[in-house]
């Protein structure tokens, strides 16, 4: 009774270590591979799965995740011959897990070693400062390539970057002061450029300036002018007045020769050296006798 107890119980442990080797879990984004007899039998993908204990075996998981390879500086000569020191970073993943399995030896020194050689290739065709600038060119030339190279490997290169381009010192050096002289050319540009607008408002506004005085002085002149005109027809219709007044009140003749001794009078206390007296009033004594008589006539015949 006790024999078949222990017998049952050694069949029980027997079964589930049998269980345990035959059921397989596969985790998400990741892969396995089944051989048989040492032989590619199947690749499980995520999820539980049922294998043949002691005939199948299964390789370690391999991650489907993007993955990300940072290698190392190599030394680079370009077209020109100048050695740089450039370090390389590739994303790729696992596309195909037997691929990848049975494809090539330690891929990921296998990606390292093309990187490194398609890397010599497209730079030495190139010179120093097309490496420099020309950094998304050869990014895309390698992804191409490298993606080209690793498809019977079951790798997908998805990206290529260039981390670091590290020139010799003395070249460095030789940058470095290429550009902070066309700094100071730039900043001489801007100054001088600054200089010429400043002149330009300065000259512009001066140019305003004389044509708003200009306009001003005009202006005054046609004020003047206007004044001057709105004064003459003043006078003018002023005299025109008084003509008419005096024709109205028909003055006698002793009247007019009055004004013209007046007028006398005025041209006498001007600045001219020589009068000429029109001959109506030449008789400047009887011109005097008349006005006597008009005067003393007034008085008595306002005592009538």
Known sequence: MVVAIIIAVVLIIVL??????????VRQATTVVVE?????????DTGVHLVLPFLDRTLPAISLKERVADFKPQPVIT???????IDTVVYFQVTDAKLFTYGVERPINAIENLTATTLRNIVGELELDETLTSRDTVNTKMRNILDEATDPWGIKINRVELKNILPPKDIQEAMEKQMRAERERRESILRAEGEKKSKILIAEGEKESIVLQAEAEKQRVMLAAEAEKAKLIA??????????????????????TLQGYEALKV????????????????NVAGLLASLKETITDEPKTKKK
């Not at 077209?79 to 020191?85: A, F, I, L, P």
């Open 16 to 25: 589930l270590v049998v269980l345990s080797l035959s059921i397989r879990v």
């Open 36 to 44: 048989r007899l040492g032989k590619y039998r199947k690749t499980l």
């Open 79 to 85: 077209k020109d011959n100048v050695t740089m020191q």
């Open 235 to 256: 006078e003018a219709e002023g005299n025109a007045k008084a003509i008419e007044l005096v024709n109205k009140a028909n003055p006698n003749a002793a009247y007019v």
């Open 267 to 282: 041209l006498a206390n001007g600045n001219s050296t020589k009068i000429i007296v029109p001959s109506e009033i030449q």
